[in-house]
């Protein structure tokens, strides 16, 4: 079966770093879409960032544009987040997702994606 499995997450000061890696399994994904969201205590998943399948393009939220890079390995079926200057508001689960089938989309909505991770959490203190 297919599986997601997100690893790196942890408690960090605001203004550290974290980086995120996302291991895929079950197929390969390197045609795909992939991204990250994200969910704060009490709020909904909101997307942070995603990536074309060949590394090329990518799209950012608007609260973590110039403070995270996400970036891909297809030879190694894994996505990576690298979140630089983080904020205590950065705190929540990230998960790590991809899309079914090939394509271009790098929108923020989750439903277009159809594989999950269980997640890895990242906290910010102050």
């Known amino acids: 079966q297919v599986q997601l499995a997100e690893s790196g997450g942890g408690l960090v000061q605001a203004g550290g770093s974290l980086r995120l890696s996302c291991a895929a399994s079950g197929r390969t994904f390197n045609s795909n879409t992939m991204g990250w969201f994200r969910r704060a205590p009490g709020k909904l998943r909101e997307f942070v960032a995603a990536?074309?399948?060949?590394?090329?393009?990518?799209n950012y939220a608007d609260s973590v544009k110039g403070r995270f890079t996400i970036s891909r390995d297809n030879a190694k079926n894994t996505v990576s987040l690298q979140m630089n200057s983080l904020k205590p508001e950065d705190t929540a689960v990230y998960y790590c997702?991809?899309?079914?089938?090939?394509?271009?989309?790098?929108?923020?909505?989750?439903?277009?994606?159809?594989?999950w991770g269980q997640g890895t959490q990242v906290t910010v203190s102050s």
């Open positions: 997702a991809a899309r079914s089938s090939p394509g271009t989309y790098l929108g923020s909505q989750v439903d277009p994606y159809d594989y």
């Open positions: 990536i074309g399948w060949n590394g090329r393009t990518t």
